[in-house]
């Protein structure tokens, strides 16, 4: 992995930044920020023509005059001076770069010109980058972040990959929201030098990725990309989304990036031959990675639905068989195990709707353990809802009062989250919960917490299931 | 109105509660509560053989010591003597009545039975009811919660009738979540009396409802709902999902109501028929809901994507094109308008990729309003994005120190979001925004409590779009 393009790009020990000053209007002084917010451990080198020092550390007015040669130099300078940078870099020694600065092979003939020359220049040296045109990478495991957004999250597992910027730092909240976050991201820009196959290579090397997502405007080298992936597949899942695939699509990703998309069923053919899951929207594409990075992998496509809510419960038997799930009865025996725990008014099919339990308790505790040892089944969809009101209730009517109120009524939904948790993440089958509840509900954020996949509809949860079982499929076809 | 079985439902200045105690774990008492939290105007009266006293109200040991003819009854006991009490109800002259009870049509021979029963006895004393087996109503206008889950959010403009409870009461925090809520809501249960139908047409003149939204396992009248629709559609949309659809579907809706559902396209057509425009999912129902009841009508299925990140962009591009919609070119007029405020890196086709404006304020001022005047566009659809990280160090760098930071970020974000909203209410083309963002960010959630749908991702957001084009469509078929 250290002998990857991409390692000291997503690893350095030290940073020059160019482009970064006292001006919080600029986009340099922005990633400066960021990599300073992350808690970077190496020395970080601003350079400026003029200012001495740049957000409290020492400038140096040219890449010549550093003190060292640094692992890796962020370039966020003016379109036109971008290149005399690349060379200064390449003169001091520095072999690896992530060029941010646009107005390159996205911008007309005078850009493609200058991309041109970028890379040449670059090569002249031996200089390795990522860029341009792109947002930089993230690297939270090694508090590294060179991306004008902050990284407020804790370090996850999921190597993303992408053709544009936003579905790297507009993600940094979107994934905190069901505690998630990135092993590494890389916004590959225009891929001048290195691209998204670099970045796929690279990605199922580093150990703390479990699962690669890339975003997909088009494919410059297709053969590489379905070779590589089909040796990756394997042993890291591979789920992508690809934006090009209709004409309106493609058009925006022609504006975006200057590159040619091309039809949908080709990508189809393409992701197919590759052994990856594709994605049919953004947040499908975190939703797979997410339950592909926590669960085990199904033994075949049989689902046992739980529930105390006919209605979530039929939307979710519904939307199973959309996505190509079957609902097998319970075995006799586990309807006989069952019994004991069910009131007149349920339901012993598949769902199992409970409507209610007699104890509360038995619904996050005994019942899902029954249902888990089915013969039948393969993984439980579960149905996850805990509303504090009702606590509340329950911790009134008990005779708490004041402040303690909500501290019981957090305590008790956090104790039964931790339970529900540590079962789950036992579980040799796929166990997913859905809830139209979100973070905001304390049960459910320590579910997320805990690494335990809640998807925010059974439509959602019915889909990633779905992908799980797909990935066991591409996989013994690739083997 | 007044006239219409279900207003005295809806709409009670006096309730009878049956079944609530000081028993916290009790469903009656969960009832009662939360017809207490949502302040309700009336008298409430529990009836209760032993208690005094329920939740601090006076208790009267039977219907017939009531001091007075409440308008409605709620009925929360157990199965065997539910009968007896609507009779007693009968006797006292009540004339409403809500069955939150189950074990009846959905639990078999004996429970197929005790429902005749329950009907018979109902009409011999000219009582209509809601029920049984459903969670009860809800009207936030009139402060009338009789679910037993609290209604915490504002009233809103989405009626609602559902044959899930849970699409009623699991509803209340996932709409607190974008700022919407219930106008009405009714869980319709086993519809032994009254039934969805009847729930959509007191809906359609209730003035407090701008959109209705059915969740339907399966329609017992059809000819009457086709009929029914087809006359409310042209003034009040209608969004409806089917869930028995599919076969594991229609199997889990039968366990839950005891109802027979047809095959996907029946329902299609029925809901053709009907001018209803079909959701397939409960977000997509209430995101239909949001946008039809917030939108003017689009005059075409022209849209204008707005954005300034190219990712975003291309993918509202494709799932627009997926949804039917047609992404044209800018009018040469607007192009001419825009130039001035683009930067070099800046794309005028479809969608509008600003990548960064010189003056940040544009992006959500001058620019939303030049696209809306285009004259090739029947829509716009915007990336709303505002990373309070970036507005934190704006500030932080005009020398804001210490608690005001946040107090600053906050205000400015509010202040835009503010500004945005009264433009985007005043247009006259429906304008839809979208993000990866949450209201936990103040800018969209300043929107939000605007009133304006900013849709949780751009294929979201298509969708959405699509719906009010095919409501339109639909409108102008029937008439």
Redesign the interface.
């Known amino acids: 992995m250290k002998e990857h393009p991409l390692f000291k790009i997503a690893n350095p020990s030290s940073i020059a930044i160019l482009g970064a000053s006292?001006n919080?209007?600029s986009?340099g002084?922005?990633v400066l920020?960021s990599i300073q917010a992350l808690n970077f451990k190496g020395p970080i080198y601003p350079v400026h023509p003029k200012e001495k020092t740049v957000l409290g550390l020492a400038a140096y007015p040219s890449v010549e005059e550093l003190p060292e040669v640094p692992d890796l130099a962020v370039i966020v300078l003016p379109t036109r001076i971008v290149v005399e940078a690349m060379d200064a870099c390449g003169k001091k020694g520095i072999r690896h770069a992530i060029v941010v600065s646009?107005?390159f092979g996205?911008?007309g003939e005078n850009g493609v010109s200058m991309q041109k020359q970028l890379k040449e220049t670059a090569q002249s040296h031996g200089i390795r980058f990522l860029g341009p045109n792109c947002i930089g990478a993230v690297n939270p495991h090694h508090n590294f972040n060179a991306t004008?957004?902050?990284y407020?999250q804790k370090p996850g597992f999921i190597g993303m990959a992408?053709?544009?910027?936003?579905?790297i730092t507009?993600?940094f909240?979107?994934l905190a929201?069901f505690g998630l976050g990135f092993s590494t991201g890389f916004s590959v820009g225009n891929e001048a030098d290195t691209d998204i196959v670099d970045c796929m290579e690279y990605l199922a090397q580093c150990p703390n990725t479990k699962v690669i997502g890339l975003?997909i405007?088009s494919i410059r080298r297709g053969d590489r990309f379905i070779e590589s992936a089909r040796r990756i597949a394997p042993h890291t899942p591979i789920v992508a989304?690809y934006?090009?695939?209709?004409?309106?699509?493609r058009?925006?990703?022609f504006?975006?990036?200057g590159s040619l998309a091309g039809p949908d069923r080709v990508y189809d053919g393409v992701f197919r031959q590759g052994g990856i899951i594709r994605a049919?929207?953004?947040?499908e594409l975190y939703d797979f990675c997410w339950c592909l990075g926590t669960c085990p992998a199904p033994s075949g496509n049989r689902v046992l639905?739980q529930t105390h809510?006919?209605?979530?419960?039929?939307?979710?038997?519904?939307?199973?068989?959309?996505a190509g799930l079957l609902?097998p009865p319970l075995s006799d025996e586990t309807r006989g195990r069952l019994a004991d725990y069910l009131p007149?008014?349920a339901?012993m099919?598949?769902?199992v709707?409970l409507?209610?339990t007699r104890d509360p308790r038995d619904y996050t505790d005994v019942i899902p353990r029954l249902l888990v040892e089915d013969a039948n089944t393969d993984a439980i969809l579960m149905y996850m809802?805990q509303?504090p009101?009702?606590v509340r209730?329950?911790v009134?009517?008990?005779g708490v009062k004041g402040e303690q109120v909500e501290e019981e009524v957090t305590a008790y939904m956090e104790g039964r989250s931790l339970e529900m948790a540590e079962f789950i993440k036992g579980c040799e089958k796929p166990f997913i919960g859905f809830s139209?509840?979100?973070g905001?509900?304390s049960f459910i954020r320590g579910l997320y917490d805990a690494g335990v996949p809640v998807l925010?509809?059974?439509?959602r949860a019915a889909r990633a299931l779905w992908a799980l079982v797909e990935y066991v499929r591409l996989r013994k076809k690739i083997a």
Chains 1, 2 share one sequence.
């Open positions: 006292n919080f209007m986009m002084t922005s920020s646009g107005g996205e911008s004008f957004l902050t407020g992408s053709q544009s910027g936003s579905f507009q993600m909240d979107y929201l975003y405007e989304y934006a090009g695939g209709t004409e309106a699509g058009r925006a990703g504006s975006h990036t049919y929207s953004i947040e639905v809510s006919g209605g979530p419960g039929a939307v979710a038997a519904d939307a199973c068989d959309r609902l007149h008014t339901s099919n598949n769902p709707d409507t209610f809802l509303p009101s009702s209730r329950a009134v009517a008990m139209y509840a979100t905001e509900n925010p509809s059974p439509n």
